[in-house]
C-alpha cells in the first residue's frame, strides 16, 4: 500500500540555520504531496502542496519539490525562526480511490534563540 | 470563514464506555474525514464522509463508527472503549476533490481513557 516515510527527529537547529526535512514516498500512480504542521495544542495545519511531478510547493518561506524519480518531497528553509518549532508531516493523497491522506510518523524541529 | 470546529476539546472516560465527538466543518465543505493520532502509530485514517455517506474507511474495528449529517456534521462514536483508544482525534473537512485535494484540520479532540 501508498506510504511516507520521514527523517527521524527530533531536529534541533540554531535560529538562521538552514532546514531540511527529508521525506521519500511509496505509491502507484501519481499521489498528490503534502506538508502539514502542528504547533503545540492545535491540530494540522497545510504548509504546502504539490500535485504533479517538478512541481514546487512553497509557502511561508518553506520550499519542495516533487520528485517522481527519487520518490521524494524534501521540506526546505533557508533561514529558520523560533517560530517554526513544530512537528512538520509529509503526507500524500493516492492517486486513485480513496479522498484521504496517508502521513509519515512526523518531525519535531526545535530552534533555538 | 470559521475553521473546523470540533467539541469537546477534552474527554476523559472508562475502559468499556462509549463516547460520542462531534464535528463541525467549514462551511460549504461536503467532505468530513476523522484521524486518530497516538505517539505510536501517528496518524491514521479512520473514515470519510461525503454527503451523509461513508465514502472511505480505514483499518479500524468495528466499534469505530460515524455518520454525517444534512448540514455536514459529522459525529464519530467509539465504543467499548479500551485504554489503546486514549489518542488525539482529528477532524478534517474538504471541498475539493482529485489533484486539488486540500484538507482542513480542527483542534482535535483529546481522549483519555482510564
Known amino acids: 500500500g501508498d506510504s511516507v516515510t520521514q527523517m527521524e527527529g527530533p531536529v534541533t537547529l540554531s535560529e538562521e540555520a538552514f532546514l531540511t526535512i527529508n521525506c521519500t514516498y511509496t505509491?502507484?500512480?501519481?499521489?498528490?504531496l503534502f506538508w502539514y504542521v502542528q504547533y503545540p495544542g492545535e491540530g494540522l495545519q497545510l504548509l504546502l502542496k504539490?500535485?504533479?511531478?517538478?512541481d514546487k510547493g512553497s509557502n511561508k518561506g518553506f520550499e519542495a519539490t516533487y520528485r517522481k524519480e527519487t520518490t521524494s518531497f524534501h521540506l526546505e528553509k533557508g533561514s529558520v525562526q523560533v517560530s517554526d518549532s513544530a512537528v512538520y508531516f509529509c503526507?500524500?493523497?493516492?492517486?486513485?480511490?480513496?479522498?484521504?491522506?496517508?502521513f509519515g510518523q512526523g518531525t519535531r524541529l526545535t530552534i533555538n534563540p | 470563514k470559521a475553521g473546523v470546529t470540533q467539541t469537546p476539546r477534552y474527554l476523559i472516560k472508562t475502559r468499556g464506555q462509549q463516547v460520542t465527538l462531534s464535528c463541525s466543518p467549514i462551511?460549504?465543505?461536503?467532505?468530513v474525514s476523522w484521524y486518530q493520532q497516538t505517539p505510536g502509530q501517528g496518524l491514521q485514517f479512520l473514515f470519510e464522509?461525503?454527503?451523509?455517506?461513508?465514502?472511505n474507511k480505514g483499518n479500524f474495528p468495528g466499534r469505530f463508527s460515524g455518520r454525517q449529517f444534512s448540514n455536514s456534521r459529522s459525529e464519530m462514536n467509539v465504543s467499548t472503549l479500551e485504554l489503546g483508544d486514549s489518542a488525539l482525534y482529528l477532524c478534517?473537512?474538504?471541498?475539493?476533490?482529485?489533484?486539488?485535494?486540500?484538507?482542513?484540520f480542527g483542534p482535535g479532540t483529546r481522549l483519555t481513557v482510564t
Open positions: 478534517a473537512s474538504s471541498d475539493t476533490s482529485g489533484r486539488d485535494y486540500e484538507q482542513y
Open positions: 505509491a502507484t500512480g501519481y499521489p498528490s
Open positions: 504539490a500535485t504533479k511531478a517538478d
Open positions: 503526507a500524500l493523497k493516492p492517486f486513485q480511490g480513496a479522498q484521504k491522506l496517508v
Open positions: 462551511s460549504g465543505h461536503r467532505s
Open positions: 464522509y461525503f454527503s451523509e455517506t461513508q465514502r
